[in-house]
């Protein structure tokens, strides 16, 4: 039976807003990186993203949200710093927590997939 | 409360055969029209999908699978018509209990979304 346990199941955790993709995996991955640089230009950069499709996915959360996420400082070279809404915080915490828990629930339903698949 | 309703999780349940993907929604919805059709080209059809992209799907599941998923019949103007492997009749409703499991795991997730989120 070596080579079936080659085989898993996974899924990306996707929170929405009525049809619309409120925040992913990829949303994650940039509002994190946007604390840790406080600059939606340097997260971009070291993301290796365009500034524009970053820029796009951030006033898409912000546009969705029933509160601020992203919070932009006007001024400066890169048109102001930028940082997250104690909103934003709770909001990466709580998907993780989700994502977390959907890991934990994947890793059990891989753990029959030997004597379930074939 | 009202418009936080609005808010729900989802996930797509993929299947992956070390990192490769395996068996994905997309897969299964092909599978089910080429056992409806009886053919690739028409499945492809009936799915807005080129031939070439449908082929290139249903070829590599095969090469991934341990097991054959599609048998093609030889001749005829279609390159003749295609089935299912009884392996892949099995395929599908493994793949179809899981995602079923998932959407119910989902919805339970969904249940407290008003009261954790904000």
């Known amino acids: 039976m070596g080579h079936y346990s080659a085989f898993h199941y996974n899924a990306k955790l996707t929170l929405y807003r009525e049809d619309e993709v409120f925040v992913s995996d990829v949303h994650i991955k940039l509002l994190k990186q946007v604390i840790k640089d406080g600059s939606i230009n340097v997260a971009a950069k070291n993301l290796k993203m365009s500034y524009q499709h970053a820029w796009h996915i951030l006033d898409k ?14 001024g400066g070279r890169d048109g102001g710093g930028c940082n997250l809404s104690p909103f934003g915080f709770k909001l990466i915490a709580y998907y993780e927590t989700k994502e977390k828990e959907l ?3 994947l890793e059990q339903m891989n753990q029959d997939i030997e004597s379930c698949f074939f």
Request: hydrophobic share 35%; net charge positive; proline share 12%.
């Open 61 to 74: 959360v912000n546009k969705l949200s029933p509160i601020p996420v992203i919070i932009r400082q006007k």
């Open 103 to 105: 890991t934990d629930y």
